[in-house]
Nanobody
Framework: QVQVVESGGGLVQPGGSLRLSCAASGMIFSLNAMGWYRQAPGKQRELVAILSRIGGTNYADSVKGRFFISRDNAENTVYLQMNSLKPEDTAVYYC?????????WGQGTQVTVSS
């Protein structure tokens, strides 16, 4: 079992920055990847960024060059640095961890980009 807990959401003006954190605990040695997804009202959940165990990354086209995923192995934490935020980035952001058999999800954190 793996548990993930997000933090760091909030309200930010367009053009601003936020950093989301995802702390993992439990059988983290079994994980293949951790990543971030988001779901805006009335839309399906979508991949934002993913970081594999060996360090590979993948980003949604809509966030490339603005969002950056990283991790701190000592803290078992994955971060999502979000820069140049746009109103269309408004969504609930979910941390995901997967071990090849199961997906583990956090409770989500709201990010609102508005003036």
């Amino acid at each position: 079992q793996v548990q993930v807990v997000e933090s760091g959401g909030g309200l930010v003006q367009p053009g601003g920055s936020l950093r989301l954190s995802c702390a993992a605990s439990g059988m983290i040695f079994s994980l293949n990847a951790m990543g971030w997804y988001r779901q805006a009202p009335g839309k399906q959940r979508e991949l934002v960024a993913i970081l594999s165990r060996i360090g590979g990354t993948n980003y949604a086209d809509s966030v490339k060059g603005r969002f950056f995923i990283s991790r701190d192995n000592a803290e078992n934490t994955v971060y999502l640095q979000m820069n140049s935020l746009k109103p269309e980035d408004t969504a609930v952001y979910y941390c995901n961890a997967e071990d090849g058999r199961y997906d583990y999800w956090g409770q989500g954190t709201q990010v609102t980009v508005s003036s």
